[in-house]
């Protein structure tokens, strides 16, 4: 579609979008909030380079798009501001955040509807890209059998099978959500089937035994991993990446230890898969 408020250049024809013409921690007019949200659909994951944002800027722009998202088992950072998510890296970290491919909180009851994460600091030498990962795309790229199979299928995703060393340091009283969710998702905006499983999270297929769940499963995640669905952005410090929870994953590259790479993330909550 044709934009009059922003300029929307994609990235790579399969998805991701740089956007320019607008300051997020501005006043934005209602008709650059909807391009936005039009440019996101669009493109699954849009990119905003020298942006400058405050912690109360950042949610409120995240609010626009629906109720910002508390992470279950994260720890409260940002004093005051539990809806701000910390992305930190540096010479003490034991592992990063998002480091296999996944889709944000995907073992809630409701996963996120986006995330929009605002860069500070990159590391030195380079190095801390992101990648995404169009799952529309992954679904239309199985074959009509494969997708007539998982068409019924469920699956589970559990926060421990990434957050296990988070039990183990803080033990049981920290919240560890499990859901089951379909297989394969209708976005509820533009109506297009997604595959909705991914590394980090999903666990197993219910409706078949373990070693089909398990063989089933990472047939999946290499399908989804393959190249050909990928951006990749790389950071400098105020850019901004907005990305649709909903019909895509990522992953963030750890390539770059002992250096630091920081930043601020806000989630908006989404519905339940359907």
Request: net charge negative; proline share 6%.
């Given at each position: 579609?044709?934009?009059?408020?922003?300029?929307?250049?994609?990235?790579?024809?399969?998805?991701?979008?740089?956007?320019?013409g607008?300051?997020?921690?501005?006043?934005?007019?209602?008709?650059q909030f909807d391009?936005?949200h039009?440019?996101?659909?669009?493109n699954?994951v849009?990119?905003f380079?020298?942006?400058?944002?405050?912690?109360?800027q950042h949610?409120?722009?995240?609010?626009?798009?629906?109720?910002?998202?508390?992470?279950?088992?994260?720890?409260?950072?940002?004093e005051?501001?539990?809806?701000?998510?910390?992305?930190?890296?540096?010479?003490?970290?034991?592992?990063?955040?998002?480091e296999?491919?996944?889709?944000?909180?995907?073992?809630?009851?409701?996963?996120?509807?986006?995330?929009?994460?605002?860069i500070h600091?990159?590391p030195?030498?380079?190095?801390g890209?992101?990648?995404?990962?169009?799952?529309?795309?992954?679904y239309?790229?199985?074959?009509a059998?494969?997708?007539?199979?998982?068409a019924?299928?469920?699956?589970?995703?559990?926060?421990?099978k990434?957050?296990?060393?988070?039990?183990?340091?803080?033990?049981?009283?920290?919240r560890?959500?499990?859901?089951?969710?379909?297989v394969?998702?209708?976005?509820?905006?533009?109506?297009?089937k997604?595959?909705?499983?991914?590394?980090?999270?999903?666990?197993?297929i219910?409706?078949?035994?373990?070693?089909?769940?398990?063989?089933?499963?990472?047939?999946?995640?290499?399908?989804?991993?393959q190249?050909?669905?990928?951006?990749?952005f790389?950071?400098?410090?105020?850019?901004?990446?907005?990305?649709?929870?909903?019909?895509?994953m990522?992953q963030?590259m750890?390539d770059y230890?002992?250096?630091k790479?920081?930043?601020?993330?806000?989630t908006v909550?989404?519905?339940?898969?359907?």
């Amino acid at each position: 579609m044709g934009y009059e408020t922003i300029e929307v250049r994609k990235l790579t024809p399969t998805i991701g979008a740089l956007v320019s013409g607008v300051n997020l921690g501005g006043d934005l007019s209602n008709r650059q909030f909807d391009e936005i949200h039009q440019a996101l659909l669009d493109n699954l994951v849009l990119f905003f380079r020298d942006q400058t944002m405050t912690v109360e800027q950042h949610k409120a722009f995240g609010a626009h798009f629906g109720k910002l998202h508390v992470h279950p088992n994260a720890p409260r950072a940002v004093e005051g501001h539990p809806e701000i998510l910390v992305i930190k890296a540096d010479e003490t970290s034991k592992r990063v955040a998002g480091e296999v491919w996944h889709s944000d909180v995907s073992c809630e009851l409701e996963p996120p509807m986006g995330s929009i994460l605002h860069i500070h600091q990159v590391p030195e030498n380079g190095g801390g890209d992101t990648m995404f990962a169009n799952m529309y795309a992954a679904y239309e790229a199985l074959s009509a059998p494969m997708q007539h199979f998982l068409a019924g299928l469920t699956a589970v995703h559990m926060s421990l099978k990434s957050a296990n060393h988070q039990y183990r340091e803080r033990g049981p009283e920290q919240r560890f959500p499990e859901a089951e969710h379909p297989v394969i998702r209708t976005h509820p905006e533009t109506g297009r089937k997604a595959l909705f499983v991914n590394r980090g999270f999903t666990a197993r297929i219910p409706q078949l035994t373990a070693a089909e769940s398990d063989a089933v499963l990472e047939m999946l995640f290499r399908h989804a991993e393959q190249a050909r669905f990928h951006c990749r952005f790389k950071w400098e410090p105020g850019s901004v990446a907005f990305w649709d929870n909903r019909a895509t994953m990522h992953q963030a590259m750890w390539d770059y230890y002992p250096q630091k790479r920081f930043g601020y993330r806000v989630t908006v909550c989404g519905d339940r898969p359907a």
